[in-house]
Structures are given as structure tokens and as C-alpha cells.
């Protein structure tokens, strides 16, 4: 700025914002362009939406929000992250700037100074104070809603636009996120619901990123430079080098498949030691290395221990169990052992650790803190540390571009990619940073190039009414109000743009089946009207084929809940074909039945209707004796040698059982389909197979097109209906009134959160949970929030007694508001699972821990990591029944001891840090 007339329009600037310019003098650093912008935005009075990268300096614009507020003095602003290990930073760098009388925190752990001008709170917390209409809110006048792009978590996302929706008018609302593909479509949403908001948008990355791939043990540069990278042009040397590198694989699996035999030798990665080592001779340390297992980190981090390596000097060292003897201080000596302390400890004194959910936080914590001092070098990491607190790193590593999503291996999508790769480069400290992608025969150089060079991460909606959500809005606003505040949600918002499209497609598929009828027209008759016999004839044949499925399964239930103890059967089908003698007989009460079988070849567990294609036959009786261990070898191998001493044949008569199942004969409505086509004109038709194929082509696009219809229908107005569900679900269980009054129950209802809240509330107006002791209750109470990480063959076993009757209580409500649900189109209750039932009774119990983390559903030692998780969700829904107006004396007494006894041990530190 050279000019006269420059450096009076900068003068004039600073002269109309002033906040701004005490807030730079402040902060003692120059803003970047996009900080700046958002600042003044703020200043002249609107609400703004910044979108920048991961490290770019967002949480500055934040923090010129909490400037603004302490500067007026009387004003209050509120700052929301979407974790409480985010909220615990965030609280402790704003009360290094503002002092401890300035800032508070409430989380749901802590609540320090709550009514400070400034407040560090998590999401639900403030979503919980707007329904509650809380006398905190009063002053409010900015709130900062850091990662807001979490709304696209399906979970949680909903608090979001909750809050969003809800807060006042005159809360000027600071959203600060990710980079995101569409976030025009969200500003627009913004300013439907807050009013005036702006959009700073910033591509830039403060730190550059440099792509390569790693190809054994060369280090390839992915582009050539930034033009290539825009056009996505593979550097040419990486492409010439891995297609010699198939080559040569290709080579090794011809050779060692023709010598005698054998199979190719499989592709073997880099050892991960050998990993870290390349890139400590590049200086790309410290590392975070991304691999989607929590087993994968752990094996890796004893892989590189294994291979001797060592990255910290004697003082860093040192500095690292200062570091872990703060964290760990509080913890019981008897359960350091059980929680492979000292195994830990000696990676992170290497310079070497894992990171993931499956860790006890105090361990998490530890590595958290001296990867951010530079003592851990590396870092073997789930993906969910991209999630999480302020972590950077100089380099990141994705060992595969493939994960688990709990239902499939998908691969990453471009915004996972920049998600994760964004954590490299540290600001102030990196020059440049660095992501590396290991290279294998299933992985081509030009896929990454297309993840790295796609800014596609798009933000969609996961809002749906909840039953909580419902009888709080109805309580505040009525339920007429309610509807047009749901109307007025990100989530119909995006459901009314999308309708446009599909109506587009809908006329677009009319007007191709009209050309597919000309072509199908057939000049002997009506093809039309044949085509649409053979349709009726195909269906009708699925239909007899479901019923007939339907009708076997249902035999199977019916059999196997009879079999008794000493019952020898067979199973026809799976892996487990052959005879078995019952064991246990199957459990009632809580699902299909599941009898507990040994089989011929020793195998013992558990079998389902699915093992048996139809009615189960008793074959024989065998005598079982009384205190039978099926965990014993020896004595299933006495058993089995039983099974087969009975003589009979492990398989049954194929051909008869295959004549036995034949149709007897054909089912008259089809015969009769089948001779009104054959009298049919166009049957003759020498081209009646090609108009076929133009009538099934015109019939699948008529298909899709009433589903694209029904689309549009469905997403019309789409969140009211399914509000209007939920009400009449409340109010056939007292919730609601007729007339759409929210009743005492209904009251309590909008206290409780938690995913199965009508659940939990049913529970307690039900009296399931009364008469049970401390451990008992806080053992009932698990079940409602308890997630399996993966789908059992078996229901877990739980103690016998007073706390198995109201497993089975809660069981049998889950399955009448199921039933609810789905006579009103519904699905919002999980089934409840028991697995965390014996685990949480133990400990409840003040059993020790090695005890309560194998007492878990699975064979494996369950993770303290998710112990405490879990468990810090019981003692939160404990505390929650403890205030609940619909519990008794008894049971709210025995909520206020179930705390007291589960809040021990690593519980107690956890809640401490």
C-alpha cells in the first residue's frame, strides 16, 4: 500500500472497526485475509459462516467473538465444540488469555463458573438450556458454534440444527467449519433461519501439503508440481516405477504357482518399523500413520518395539514420564498391569504409541500431550483422531485407502482423505507438510491423485424428530409452532432443493418409456396386456417362494424351542452340518430361539433358525450329564464319541428330502395365468421376445420412476409427517394428551437424553427398575445404551435373578414401542443389548478390573477405552434417573448409591482430568 488515497480507505477502516484493531494488538499477530474479513463481518453486526482447512486459524474469528462480548461489558458469548476433550482446550486457552473469572465450563463431566460472560460448553449442553429456557441464556449475545460440519454425524448431528433453530433472534451465531463442497447451500439455509449472515470462504492452507507415495522403499513425489497437481498428472516416474513393480509381482506369482504348484506369494507391505525409519531419515517426523483397526495400531506399535527402534534421547525420555506420572497419579496400582501399562509405557518412552477409542482416556491423554511437544515421534492412529483435539503433525500416512464402516470395507472418499490428511503441516513450526500413501497392487497412483486433488466433502443433514426433541418443542412452542420450526430445518431445506431435481427426472423417464412403448407395440394384439401376464406369472411364483420360505422358518422356531437337554438333531446346513446333541436348551424371553448343541465334530455354541431349512426332527436321546463344561475338550470329546456311538448318518437322504420338498403340484392361480397367455394373440408373435425386451425395459423404468414419485412425495413436507408419527406414537402411550397437551410423563420425558429415551422413560413409569440394588440397577440401566462393536451369535448372559427379570422387562417394552413404531411407520428404538450387563454389575459390585474387562459378551478381554466410555454413560443416565419425576423414592435413592459405587477407580480419575 503505496498510495495516499490506500492508506486513508485503512485508516478509515480501523476508525469504523475498533474492537477489530484492539483485538489484533491482543492477539500480537497479523491475521490472514479471510480472518480478517470474518472479523469485520462480525463487528458490522452479522452472523457469519467461515469454511477454511483443518489448521488454517479459524477458532481466531471465535475467539474475536468472545472479545466482542467481554468488550461490551454485560454481554455473554457462548462457545460450543462438539467434545468435551475439545471444550476442556478451548476452556483452558481462553482462561490463559481472559483469566479464571472470565470463562467458565460445562460439560457433562464439569461445570466450572457457569455464569462467567464467557462460557466453553459442548453442544448438548446448550441445546438442553434452550428447551429448559434456562436463566443463563439471558444477555446472550454471541455463541460460537466450532466444527459445525459435525451436523452431518447421524448420531449427534441433530443438536446442531437444534440449536441453531432455537436460539433467539438477537444471538448473533458464529459457525466455524471445515472445508466443505456446498457450503453455499448451507450459508442460504443460514439466512432463512438467522437472518443476515455472510460467507468467508478460504481455500488456503497456511502450511502446503506435498502428496508422495511411498513404493517399497522409495519416496515418490505424487505430482511433478501444483499444475500437474490441478490436473491431476501422475509424476511420471512414480507411474513407470509401481507398473515395474507389478510387473515384477506378476512375475514372482507365475513362478512360484508353476513350481510344483504353490500358490503366489502375496503382496507384503513395508514392515511399519522400517516405515518410520524411512521417514526419520527424510526428517518428515513427527508422524501420525493412519491404519483403520484399533488391533492394526496396537500390532504396529509392537512391530517397531520388536525391531528394536528407538526415536527420543535420555532427556526427552525423561520428560515423558513426567508427563505420564501426572496422568496416571490417581490410578490404582493393582490395575496398571491389567491395562498393559508398563508394555504402553515403553513405546511412548521410544518415542512410539497408538491412539484409539479401545485406550483408557488417561492413556490417550498422555500420548496426546507429548505428541503436541515433539517427544512421540510416532503415532499409529484410527481415523477418528481426525476427529478430535488440535493434533498436527509433520507428516500423515494412510497404510490403505480402505476402512471398515461397520458394515463394509468402502473405500475413503475424497473428504476423508483431506480430512485426514489435513492433520499435516503445523503452523509456526513445519514449512511445508507432507502426506504419504503406501503403495500396493491394489492401489493406483491416479486414484490417489484423483483423492488428493477433489475438494468434494459435502455437508447433508442427519436431523429427525426424536421423542425428546417432540415433547420439548411441543411444551414450548404448541405443535403447530413445532411443525414450521421443523419445516425450517437444514434437513428439508436440502429435501425441497433435491425435490426439483427428481421432479426433472421423473419427465425425463416419461417421455423415454413412451419411445419404449412405440417400440414395443406388436401388431397380432395388445402387448401391453401380454406382457402384463407374464409379469402377474412372475410375480405371483416370488410370491409362493417367500411364503414357502416363511413357512419353514417358522416351523424351525416352533421345533427348536421344544428340543430339551440329551435331544439329538441334525443340521442340515452352514459350516456345523451334521448331528448335535442339545446342551441347553434355547433361552426365552428375548429373541429367536438359540439352543446351546455339541456337535459330531466337537464344535460347541449356539445354533438359529437360520441353521435349518425347515422343521427340526429329534433322532435320538443321549444322556447329558448334570454339570456338563462344554469349554472341556475332554468332555465334549466323551459327548461326541456319544453322538456317534447312536449310529446315525451325519447326513440325511438327499433324494428323499429333495422328492419330499417338491412342489405337489401347481398352484392354480398360475396354471390358469399361464393358459391366458399361451390363448394370448401376440404368443404367436414370430418377434415376441424382442417386443419383450422393450416391454421389460419400459417396466423397470416405470418402477423406478413410481419410486422417484414417491420420492417427491416423501420428501415433500416429509419431517412434519414423520413429527406427526412421533406425536401419535406419545400420544398412544400418555405422553401427549388428545388434544396435543404435553402431560406430567411427557414432562419427564423431555428430561431424559439419551437415544432411547421413550425406552428409558417406559422403564421407569413401568417400575421395571424398582427393588433393585445399587449394582443391580446400574447393571438394568447399561442395556438401553450399550452398542456392540460387532453383531454376537448369541444374547450375552447376564446374573441370574432380580437383574435377568428386568433385562427381560426392558426386552419385552422394547418390543411393544417397536410394535408402536412400526404400526406408524417408525423405526427410532435400537433394541437394547445386554452385553454390558455383567460387566458393569462386577464393577458396580467393586470388583477388580481385570475381572470386569473379561467379563465382557466376547471371548476377548473387552477395552478399558470403551469401559469407561461406556461407563461414563451409565453414571450420566444415573443421574438422570436420580432427577427423574416418574422414579420412586426407592429407585431415585438407589440411582444417588449406583453413582457412588460405579464412580471408583478409573471412573473417578477420568472424572478428575
Wanted: hydrophobic residues 40%; contains cysteine; glycine residues 8%.
Amino acid at each position: 500500500m503505496t498510495s495516499p488515497a490506500e492508506k486513508y480507505a485503512a485508516s478509515q477502516r480501523r476508525a469504523a472497526l475498533p474492537a477489530l484493531q484492539d483485538f489484533m494488538l491482543d492477539v500480537g499477530f497479523d491475521l490472514d485475509d479471510f480472518q480478517r474479513e470474518a472479523c469485520e463481518v462480525l463487528e458490522r453486526g452479522s452472523g457469519v459462516l467461515v469454511c477454511a482447512p483443518t489448521g488454517a486459524g479459524k477458532t481466531v474469528v471465535g475467539e474475536f467473538a468472545v472479545h466482542l462480548a467481554l468488550r461490551s461489558g454485560g454481554r455473554k458469548c457462548f462457545y460450543t465444540t462438539p467434545i468435551k476433550a475439545l471444550s476442556n482446550q478451548k476452556y483452558h486457552d481462553l482462561v490463559a488469555r481472559h483469566g479464571a473469572d472470565n470463562v467458565g465450563l460445562l460439560t457433562g463431566d464439569n461445570a466450572i463458573n457457569g455464569d462467567a460472560p464467557v462460557v466453553v460448553m459442548t453442544t448438548e449442553v446448550l441445546r438442553n438450556m434452550l428447551y429448559s429456557g434456562s436463566d443463563q441464556l439471558r444477555n446472550l449475545a454471541y455463541v460460537v458454534m466450532d466444527e459445525v460440519h459435525y451436523l452431518a454425524d447421524r448420531f449427534r448431528g441433530a443438536v446442531w440444527e437444534e440449536v441453531i433453530i432455537h436460539l433467539p433472534a438477537s444471538v448473533t451465531l458464529v459457525s466455524l467449519s471445515a472445508t466443505v463442497s456446498n457450503y453455499e447451500e448451507f450459508a442460504d439455509w443460514l439466512v432463512t433461519v438467522r437472518g443476515q449472515t455472510e460467507v468467508v470462504v478460504s481455500e488456503h492452507r497456511p502450511v502446503p501439503l506435498w502428496q508422495h507415495m511411498l513404493v517399497g522403499k522409495r519416496m515418490f513425489d505424487l505430482f511433478h508440481d501444483a499444475d500437474a497437481a490441478r490436473k491431476h498428472d501422475v509424476h511420471p516416474e512414480l507411474l513407470r516405477y509401481t507398473r515395474e513393480m507389478e510387473r515384477r509381482q506378476e512375475f514372482t506369482d507365475r513362478a512360484a504357482s508353476g513350481w510344483k504348484g504353490g500358490r503366489g506369494r502375496r503382496w507384503q507391505p513395508p514392515p511399519r518399523a522400517e516405515v518410520v525409519e524411512r521417514l526419520e531419515r527424510a526428517d518428515l517426523l513427527p508422524a501420525i500413520l493412519f491404519i483403520f483397526s484399533r488391533a492394526g495400531c496396537d500390532a504396529a506399535v509392537q512391530q517397531c518395539l520388536n525391531a528394536g527402534l528407538r526415536l527420543t534421547g535420555p532427556d526427552e525420555r525423561a520428560e515423558i514420564r513426567r508427563i505420564v506420572s501426572s496422568k496416571v497419579a490417581h490410578l490404582p496400582a493393582e490395575d496398571l498391569s491389567v491395562l498393559g501399562y508398563w508394555e504402553w509405557l515403553d513405546g511412548l518412552e521410544r518415542g512410539v504409541a497408538a491412539h484409539h477409542a479401545g485406550m483408557l482416556p488417561a492413556f490417550k491423554e498422555a500420548v496426546e500431550e507429548c505428541f503436541v511437544k515433539g517427544l512421540v515421534k510416532a503415532v499409529f492412529a484410527t481415523e477418528t483422531l481426525a476427529l478430535g483435539i488440535n493434533m498436527p503433525a509433520r507428516c500423515v500416512v494412510l497404510e490403505r485407502l480402505v476402512k471398515f464402516n461397520g458394515e463394509a470395507h468402502v473405500d475413503l472418499t475424497p473428504g476423508e482423505y483431506t480430512q485426514l490428511t489435513g492433520r499435516a503441516g503445523r503452523r509456526g513450526i513445519d514449512v511445508e507438510g507432507h502426506a504419504v500413501v503406501l503403495w500396493s497392487p491394489d492401489v493406483d497412483p491416479r486414484h490417489v491423485a484423483g483423492l488428493a486433488s477433489t475438494r468434494t466433502y459435502p455437508l447433508r443433514s442427519s436431523f429427525r424428530p426424536s421423542y425428546n426433541m417432540a415433547v420439548n418443542l411441543v411444551g414450548s412452542v404448541g405443535a403447530e409452532k413445532s411443525r414450521e420450526l421443523l419445516e425450517s430445518s437444514f434437513a428439508q431445506f436440502q429435501a425441497d432443493r433435491s425435490v426439483v431435481g427428481l421432479a426433472r427426472q421423473v419427465q425425463r423417464n416419461v417421455e423415454t418409456m413412451e419411445s419404449y412403448g412405440a417400440d414395443a407395440t406388436c401388431h397380432h394384439g395388445d402387448f401391453d396386456e401380454y406382457f402384463g401376464l407374464r409379469v402377474a406369472i412372475a410375480d405371483r411364483e416370488k410370491s409362493l417362494a417367500r411364503q414357502g420360505v416363511q413357512q419353514r422358518r417358522s416351523a424351525a422356531v416352533s421345533a427348536l424351542e421344544k428340543l430339551r437337554i440329551g435331544d439329538v438333531i441334525r443340521v442340515p446346513n452352514g459350516r456345523r452340518a451334521g448331528l448335535a446333541v442339545v446342551l441347553e436348551p434355547a433361552v426365552g424371553g428375548f429373541g429367536e430361539p438359540r439352543p446351546l448343541v455339541l456337535t459330531q465334530d466337537r464344535w460347541a455354541g449356539r445354533v438359529s433358525p437360520g441353521d435349518f431349512s425347515g422343521p427340526v426332527e429329534v433322532l435320538a436321546r443321549l444322556r447329558v450329564p448334570k454339570h456338563f463344561n462344554h469349554r472341556s475338550p475332554g468332555a465334549r470329546r466323551d459327548l461326541s464319541a456319544q453322538i456317534a456311538a447312536t449310529g446315525l448318518d451325519r447326513h440325511p437322504d438327499r433324494r428323499r428330502s429333495g422328492r419330499s420338498r417338491a412342489n405337489p403340484g401347481e398352484d392354480a392361480e398360475v396354471a390358469l395365468l399361464k393358459i391366458q397367455l399361451r390363448q394370448h394373440p401376440c404368443h404367436a408373435c414370430p418377434e415376441r421376445e424382442d417386443h419383450a425386451r422393450w416391454a421389460e425395459r419400459r417396466h423397470r423404468l416405470l418402477r423406478d420412476t413410481e419410486t422417484l414419485r414417491d420420492k417427491v412425495a416423501g420428501r415433500t413436507g416429509s419431517l412434519a409427517r414423520t413429527f406427526d408419527q412421533v406425536c401419535a406414537v406419545l400420544t398412544t402411550r400418555g405422553y401427549l394428551s388428545a388434544d396435543g397437551e404435553v402431560t406430567d410423563a411427557g414432562r419427564m420425558l423431555g428430561r431424559i437424553w439419551s437415544e432411547a429415551d421413550l425406552l428409558v422413560a417406559e422403564c421407569l413409569r413401568q417400575g421395571v427398575w424398582d427393588g433393585l440394588a445399587p449394582e443391580e440397577l446400574a447393571a438394568a440401566v447399561s442395556m438401553v445404551l450399550y452398542e456392540s462393536r460387532r453383531e454376537g451369535e448369541d444374547r450375552a448372559s447376564v446374573p441370574k435373578g432380580t437383574v435377568s427379570a428386568a433385562v427381560d422387562a426392558c426386552a419385552k417394552l422394547w418390543g411393544e414401542i417397536a410394535a408402536d413404531e412400526s404400526e406408524h411407520g417408525l423405526s427410532l428404538t435400537r433394541e437394547p443389548d445386554p452385553g454390558f450387563v455383567w460387566p458393569m454389575y462386577r464393577w458396580a459390585r467393586g470388583e477388580p478390573l481385570a475381572r470386569v474387562l473379561s467379563s465382557g459378551h466376547h471371548d476377548a478381554d473387552m477395552p478399558a477405552g470403551d469401559f469407561v466410555r461406556w461407563a461414563r454413560q451409565v453414571l450420566d443416565l444415573l443421574s438422570q434417573v436420580r432427577e427423574a419425576s416418574a422414579a420412586s423414592p426407592s429407585v431415585k435413592d438407589t440411582a444417588r448409591k449406583a453413582i457412588t459405587a460405579v464412580n471408583r477407580g478409573v471412573l473417578a480419575l477420568q472424572a478428575s482430568l
